[in-house]
């Protein structure tokens, strides 16, 4: 009953109905006062008890907590048997969040488009500036070469999406000296860890690439990087990350395209090339789930994250530490965006040449999943035959 998705394709289609927030919290209240003087007619519902008074005869459109949606559920199958006159749609509050924030002038007329703006700017300012701080601390750099020597911390060292941040998080909860990175940049850098007297660990995901890839639009979107999507409708900012993630196989830090695709490309760019650790030259352990590299002075523990979940004891062992425990952070199914997510995957259509680039002779996809593994992930995924 709960659709989401459509506030992301067209936000202007709320201009139909009258529209009720509901519940008591700062979201409410929050989107309430962005929304003061559009063209929408709001009231607000605390409880339930208020829906007599709002919904009448004209088409509604009520928005729930996202950590309530069990809770109003009766209730709004109630409205869905008594309410034959009239449309009534159901949404989260946070995909109304997510949506306003990305597009929500449209629900303005021009000369009052600037309420909005001004409301929102310091929030988006706000954001920018995390964005920004997230870009640098996901990078290790030459500024960093003090920090490596003193502490040598565990590198949670992957592309994005893979579940670093969740390894990152468990590290510290671990009480383990820890850094997130997506790259490491720079010479100075690279001779401190080729060269330091301690081994080096590091811990690595991978993950089935159209997953990852889609994941990685909400990203980018969320954090307000746009970083190849240009402007435009829902549509077309997803097209746009599509068709350079799987055209040009070069994303964020990744310095060089690659013609098995960003992720699996990602490897050669930061082990192989600064540092000699070629990953594809060892045999990945599909049945396992992860492969254990060394090279020199480093230790490299690769995980597929479709497996993580069954490797607690061997990260333990690895680093030395049976108080690890891995924890799930940064987990796009419980953000605010989790129903529209959910409901893109099963909507969306991979293009065929994304589909070819991974799975046909791509001897990098071969080597972290059998065939038989990548047949049953294509026949989850909406894909272009």
């Known amino acids: 009953m709960i659709n989401d998705l459509i506030l992301a394709e067209n936000l202007t289609e709320l201009k139909n109905y009258s529209i009720i927030l509901c519940g008591e919290n700062p979201l409410t209240q929050k989107l309430s006062n962005w929304l003061e003087g559009s063209e929408l007619e709001i009231a607000i519902a605390p409880d339930k008890s208020y829906f007599d008074e709002w919904i009448a005869d004209n088409n509604t ?25 009239i449309q009534i749609r159901v949404s989260t509050l946070g995909a109304l969040h997510y949506a306003v924030t990305l597009s929500g002038g449209a629900l303005f007329t021009d000369e009052n488009r600037h309420l909005l703006e001004e409301k929102i700017y310091d929030e988006k300012l706000d954001s920018y500036d995390r964005s920004m701080e997230y870009m640098t601390f996901v990078v290790l750099s030459d500024a960093d070469v003090d920090e490596m020597k003193e502490k040598n911390p565990v590198l949670a060292h992957g592309t994005a999406k893979v579940g670093t941040t969740s390894i990152f998080d468990s590290l510290l909860a671990a009480g383990i000296n820890a850094r997130h990175l997506h790259a490491i940049i720079g010479d100075k850098i690279i001779e401190t860890i080729k060269t330091m007297p301690e081994r080096v660990k590091i811990i690595s995901g991978v993950r089935e690439p159209l997953s990852r890839d889609l994941s990685l639009f909400f990203q980018s979107e969320s954090s307000y990087n746009r970083y ?13 990350m599509m068709t350079n993630l799987y055209k040009n196989g070069k994303f964020l830090f990744n310095e060089k395209p690659s013609p098995y695709g960003l992720e699996f490309g990602w490897f050669d760019n930061e082990f192989k ?12 352990d599909k049945e396992k789930g992860y492969t254990i590299y060394h090279k020199d002075n480093i230790d490299l523990f690769l995980y597929r994250l479709e497996d993580l979940n069954k490797l ?16 799930h952070t940064n987990n796009a199914a419980e953000k605010n965006i989790a129903n529209i997510y959910k409901e893109l995957k099963q909507k969306y259509v991979f293009p065929k040449a994304q589909v070819q680039l991974y799975y046909e002779e791509n001897e990098r996809m071969d080597y972290f999943y059998t065939k038989e593994e990548q047949e049953a992930f294509l026949r989850k995924l909406n894909v272009e035959l």
Do not use: H, M
């Open 61 to 85: 459109w009520l928005f729930v907590p996202n950590d309530a949606q069990s809770e109003w559920e009766n209730i709004l199958n109630e409205l869905d048997k008594t309410s034959e006159e």
């Open 228 to 240: 190849v999507v240009s402007q435009g409708n829902f549509e077309q900012r997803l097209q746009n």
């Open 273 to 284: 090339d600064k540092f000699g650790l070629d990953i594809y030259e060892t045999p990945f």
């Open 312 to 327: 607690e004891n061997e990260l333990q062992d690895f680093l030395g530490c049976p108080e690890f425990k891995i924890l």
